[in-house]
């Protein structure tokens, strides 16, 4: 059975990023490489918020971002998945964007997605977190997402 792997709004801004500077030309070519070798091996997800932070961008490369999600499974966020992202910004593992990271992180947790892939290293796919955000969904009831980047799949046998 395929795995699911929910895409989270900086693998598209990487893949599609204007800026120049070292770091950011690394994540688009190690983007761009998982993407090529990797992404028709798992179920691609996303959501809606996804989708509207995209949005926000500028016109053409927004349309370019927003084709990377055509054909993959797109979520709404529901009540319950708002007030799971709720109890990650009131228990202080996410910051207090409910539009955030905390709603990622809830709709990818509770569509039981086997992975979220994000280059947000400071709030989502941090090692040190990952004890506390399955400390909680094992409180709720829910089973927790691996928190990947493209890199840590990057050099695995298919």
Known sequence: ????????????SS???LRTDEESIVRQKLTRQWWDDYA??????????????????RKQITLDRLALLNDIE???????IVQIAQVYIERLIMPHEPKGDALHLAIATFHQVD???TWNCAHLANPNKFVLIARINQELGLSTP??????DYLGETK
């Open 15 to 17: 893949y599609y990023t």
């Open 74 to 80: 797109i979520f709404e966020p529901t009540v319950e």
């Open 115 to 117: 992975a979220m892939l």
């Open 40 to 57: 028709e091996l798992f179920i691609l997800t996303s959501s809606t918020a996804v989708i509207e932070e995209i949005e926000e961008g």
């Open 146 to 151: 691996a928190l990947t980047t493209p890199l």
């Open 1 to 12: 059975m395929q795995k699911r792997i929910y895409i989270e709004t900086t693998i598209p």
